[in-house]
Structures are given as structure tokens and as C-alpha cells.
């Protein structure tokens, strides 16, 4: 019912941007938190970041100053600018937004197919 598109991966040389994208579809009634989330080869799952419904935001301490989330309430979309990127920002790039459906009762965690980001150095 629910589903998670993003877009705006790719392959940046290392001082570049990239802006990414998530847009929510389906029977929404309201989206609360909107996250990215980062997995490099061999490593752990890390958040970079996270945006409330009153637009507070929360960055990781290995992306602050340089990333920037957003989001388009109308549009149930979040974005992610990345400037200055660096080769360790390397890795699979996932959103994860907290959507109450329309016929749900309370709200759950909706995950993106994830995309990848390589940053050449």
C-alpha cells in the first residue's frame, strides 16, 4: 500500500554534490519522521540523518556541515544534499520514513530500495 522510491545516486568525484531523493506513494495519512541511512561495504548500517514532521533535523557528526536534509510535505518527499563529498561517503544510501497508512492504527517504518553513491577520489 505503501511504497518508497528514490533517486539521485551515482558516481561524484570527491569535492562533488549529489542530491538525493525519496517520495513516498500510496494510501498516506501522515509521515512523521523522514531518515537517511548510509551502508558501506563490510560495515554496519549508520543514520546520516533525520528530519521530524516540524522539520527539526539530526545529522551524524561524520556528515555535518556538508549534508543537508529537507523535505516537501505536499509532496511526501525528503531530500538529502550532499556537497563536499569524500570517498568514505561511499556506500548504499536507504530512506526510511514513519507513514501512518490510511487504514492503518498506528504508524511504521517504510523503507526505500536504497541507492548507490560512489565518490571517486
Known amino acids: 500500500q505503501v511504497q518508497l522510491v528514490e533517486s539521485g545516486g551515482g558516481l561524484v568525484q570527491a569535492g562533488g554534490s549529489l542530491r538525493l531523493s525519496c517520495a513516498a506513494y500510496?494510501?498516506?495519512?501522515?509521515?512523521?519522521?523522514m531518515s537517511w541511512y548510509r551502508q558501506a561495504p563490510g560495515k554496519q548500517r549508520e543514520l546520516v540523518a533525520t528530519?521530524?514532521?516540524?522539520?527539526?533535523?539530526n545529522y551524524a557528526d561524520s556528515v555535518k556541515g556538508r549534508f543537508t536534509i529537507s523535505r516537501d510535505n505536499p509532496k511526501n518527499t525528503a531530500y538529502l544534499q550532499m556537497n563536499s563529498l569524500k570517498s568514505e561517503d561511499t556506500a548504499v544510501y536507504s530512506c526510511?520514513?514513519?507513514?501512518?497508512?490510511?487504514?492503518?492504527?498506528?504508524?511504521?517504518?517504510?523503507w526505500g530500495q536504497g541507492t548507490q553513491v560512489t565518490v571517486s577520489s
Open positions: 500510496g494510501s498516506i495519512l501522515a509521515i512523521d519522521d
Open positions: 528530519i521530524t514532521s516540524g522539520g527539526l533535523t
Open positions: 526510511k520514513f514513519r507513514i501512518k497508512g490510511r487504514v492503518a492504527w498506528f504508524f511504521d517504518d517504510y
